[in-house]
């Protein structure tokens, strides 16, 4: 008995089957010794190398305070190291091979011997039967889960439906049971498969190379699986009946002042041109690379007048009678004969009197934005991962892998974008109404000396090279139309092989002479030209 306030115990020893007690209350010291506050002074049971200790029902009491372990089972299991059992630890200075074992047998060795054939006995029949009762324990658990859905379902109607409170409250408790009752059933489920796995590695010959580490995984998901039907169960008995049941839909309060309903409705209703006027400025924009409305920020007073007010509100209109469908204004704008007009300036006339395409006679030019020159570059040299979906990359890695350029992280500090986007005005987190279009110097030095130029520049020729002929003339039909999406033209078939032969002069290795070329094609005006 421990008296930390008086920093003494009071030690009292009794053998069973004798009546004479060998120490009676006979106080001890605890010098600073308090384990319940002190977790470097711990309870020990030691003994001198080469001898046993049998130790069992050990009691502490300090004041109103008991600590128990009576190492019987469910929480210790027979044959199984105390080691890590309810704060139980081996301590470093033991000397190998001490170990500490949980055993249901102790101090007689014939029932020792009876024990352990039982023991063997039991192991060999759950064995035999170990696939049936992995079979069993998973019908059982989705039965349970079945159950538990189904209780779910109850509940989660219940306060849907505004059912009376005691009503909710016992719908809610049943599926909390429920659901506590099935995840200790899947637990316990994923422990006899696991059991299972292990069993079937184990009984393969020794030649199979993999058996090592099936039998390594097999041990590991089953360890898992005890942990969590261990922890399934605290939390069972940590709260038996509860209403914090999982609910299968997210709920919202019954109360609610209405103000973010009524600024939704507001911005959206058929009385406020506005909204609509806006989002189709900005598809307007995105398809034709110049606004209704130049000022895409802002629509007010100090704003611009649009270029085509009629068309505006028509297309306004057209948006909000067909329930807000951009996919349908989309297709309007796409099949129009404004869009599927051409974007050369093959009319002078034209160009004296409306230079900046207000009237819309001709197909604007667009510029790619900094994503789809990266993008179609790699997608030409055969490299591009379209891949779908995935986590957020860092942009210091754009230009060494091949991932779409959307899937790597944009931020308004320094560094927020990867290099060769910078350059070619990457999209500023900040002000997302349009996007800016600069001409600089530094864009032609990116697509000519860039590493991810020469990289995709090698790669690009490497493809054309399996497609087309080994002449000249043959590689530079080739590479206008992979790299330029057209067909050169006499004179600028000429001027490629002029460059072709003073390059060869210059340079021996013939796969850096024509990487040359296809470098020069991706800083070509028609490679980052929309028309």
């Not at 009752?181 to 899947?186: K, P, Q, S």
């Not at 807000?324 to 204004?329: C, E, R």
């Not at 020159?373 to 891949?387: K, M, P, W």
Request: aromatic residues 6%.
């Amino acid at each position: 008995v421990i008296h930390p306030g008086d920093d003494q115990a009071l030690l009292s020893v009794s053998v069973h089957g004798s009546e004479t007690q060998l120490v009676r209350d006979q106080p001890i010291a605890l010098n600073g010794w308090n384990a319940a506050t002190q977790s470097h002074q711990p309870l020990t049971f030691d003994c001198r190398p080469g001898t046993q200790a049998v130790v069992d029902d050990v009691r502490l009491v300090a004041g109103e305070q008991t600590l128990a372990w009576d190492f019987e089972a469910p929480r210790f299991t027979d044959g199984e190291d105390v080691d890590g059992i309810d704060g139980w630890l081996t301590h470093p200075l033991s000397v190998a091979p001490a170990t500490s074992m949980i055993t249901m047998i102790a101090g007689c060795e014939s029932a020792r011997g009876a024990y352990a054939k039982l023991q063997q006995a039991k192991a060999a029949l759950r064995s035999a039967s170990l696939r049936i009762t992995a079979a069993t324990a998973v019908l059982e658990a989705r039965r349970l889960k079945r159950d538990s859905v189904a209780a779910t379902i109850g509940a989660d109607n219940a306060q849907r439906d505004r059912a009376p409170l005691h009503v909710c409250e016992a719908t809610a408790r049943a599926a909390y049971a429920k659901q506590r009752e099935a995840e200790i059933a899947d637990a316990a489920a994923r422990i006899h498969q696991a059991e299972l796995e292990h069993q079937q590695a184990g009984n393969l010959p020794d030649t199979e190379k993999d058996k090592a580490k099936r039998l390594a995984a097999a041990a590991k998901t089953l360890s898992q699986a005890r942990k969590d039907h261990t922890s399934a169960v605290a939390r069972q008995a940590a709260a038996p009946v509860s209403t914090d049941y999982a609910k299968l839909s997210p709920t919202t309060a019954r109360q609610s002042t209405g103000r973010r309903a009524a600024l939704a409705h507001w911005i959206t209703d058929r009385q406020n041109p506005l909204t609509p006027r806006v989002a189709i400025n900005h598809m307007w924009l995105r398809h034709f690379h110049a606004p209704l409305v130049e000022s895409v920020f802002d629509f007010g007073r100090n704003g611009k007048s649009p270029s085509h007010p009629q068309l505006l509100d028509w297309l306004a209109v057209e948006f909000v009678e067909n329930a807000w469908s951009m996919k349908h204004i989309h297709r309007l704008i796409v099949s129009s004969r404004a869009y599927r007009m051409s974007s050369a300036d093959s009319l002078p006339k034209n160009i004296l009197r409306d230079k900046d395409n207000r009237l819309l006679w001709r197909m604007n030019q667009g510029r790619m934005e900094a994503e789809v020159v990266r993008d179609s570059v790699i997608f030409i040299a055969g490299n591009l991962d379209a891949t779908l979906g995935g986590p957020v990359l860092p942009n210091t890695q754009a230009t060494t892998t091949n991932r779409r350029t959307l899937y790597y992280e944009v931020y308004p500090e320094d560094g927020g974008s990867d290099p060769l986007a910078n350059i070619f005005d990457a999209p500023d987190p900040i002000e997302c109404f349009r996007r800016t279009s600069t001409i600089v110097p530094q864009q032609a030095l990116a697509l000519s000396n860039s590493a991810i130029m020469h990289r995709c520049s090698h790669q690009t020729v490497k493809q054309i090279s399996r497609r087309a002929g080994t002449s000249d003339r043959e590689f530079v039909v080739a590479s206008f139309v992979t790299v330029l999406a057209r067909p050169p033209s006499d004179r600028e078939v000429a001027a490629a092989e002029r460059y072709l032969a003073k390059q060869r002069l210059l340079v021996k290795d013939e796969s850096r002479v024509r990487e040359g070329l296809v470098r020069a094609l991706f800083n070509h005006n028609d490679f980052v030209t929309i028309r």
